[in-house]
């Protein structure tokens, strides 16, 4: 897998220029275009978030709008990378069948396909973080880093899940359902301060993927401490995952077109 990933990444003419064209395609004959994209992101922080924020009395309606778009935004990247991964090379039968690009390529595209997504919706995202109180410049290299991690398992990720959804075509929809009860699960509208780490909802959220990868995204920027069990837990699922993306990719690619 690293291998082809390598070549990949050397030639990205394919997945990042066919990821972009998928980004515009889907949006050029509506009025607004792309700018479709933030709307998702700024209904959800002053329209979700404004109306949970007026039932909670005492609120800072400022800091809390900084955690749920950042929340909002990360998590909704990870959603759809990981839906749509199930179905990655389903949809790209007819290339893979044709033998001239790598497997790693239409993983890579769809990552790249939901990162833009990400990047378009940051002009609604940074606004209401800097309007925050809690902004702090000083965190941004550390939440860049956590970017970086962040799509380094989500390529793994992406990786199993694509050629899972190769072999099992059910196996979009579980994900659909599984990704709606991750987002209950993770303090994207709530604060993880709010659950007690001794009960069996914190041992939930200590075991929850998704709550580390966005909290070290979003903690640093917003003046918190990243956990020290996050960088443990982020350090050991990062390595797993990778190897074990690298063991299934080398037994099972050969296998995917046969699959299909």
Do not use: C
């Not at 935004?73 to 790209?92: H, K, L, N, Q, Y």
């Not at 799509?151 to 359902?177: R, T």
């Not at 709010?194 to 939930?204: I, N, P, Y």
């Amino acid at each position: 897998m690293f291998s082809h990933l390598g070549q990949s990444l050397r030639r990205p003419d394919h997945w990042l220029y066919g990821s972009w064209l998928d980004t515009v395609v889907r949006y050029r004959k509506t009025r607004l275009g792309i700018a479709w994209l933030l709307i998702p992101t700024a209904v959800y922080i002053w329209g979700i978030g404004g109306f949970l924020a007026s039932m909670q009395t005492g609120l800072d309606k400022a800091r809390y709008f900084a955690h749920v778009g950042i929340g909002f935004a990360v998590f909704r990247f990870m959603a759809t990378v990981m839906i749509d991964a199930s179905t990655v090379f389903v949809g790209s039968q007819g290339y893979i069948l044709d033998g001239q690009l790598r497997l790693t390529d239409f993983v890579l595209r769809n990552l790249a396909r939901s990162f833009h997504y990400l990047l378009i919706s940051l002009p609604v995202v940074g606004a209401v973080v800097v309007a925050s109180p809690d902004f702090a410049p000083a965190g941004l290299p550390l939440s860049l880093l956590g970017v970086l991690v962040l799509l380094v398992n989500m390529f793994s990720f992406s990786a199993l899940l694509a050629i899972a959804g190769a072999k099992f075509p059910d196996l979009h929809e579980i994900m659909s359902s599984v990704m709606m009860a991750a987002f209950l699960v993770t303090p994207i509208v709530w604060y993880d301060g709010a659950v007690q780490r001794d009960t069996a909802q914190g041992m939930l959220i200590e075991i929850n993927p998704f709550h580390h990868l966005l909290h070290l995204i979003r903690a640093p920027i917003l003046g918190d401490q990243v956990a020290a069990s996050t960088y443990v837990y982020l350090l050991a699922a990062t390595i797993l995952g990778a190897v074990a993306a690298a063991v299934i990719y080398r037994r099972a690619a050969r296998h995917v077109p046969i699959w299909l």
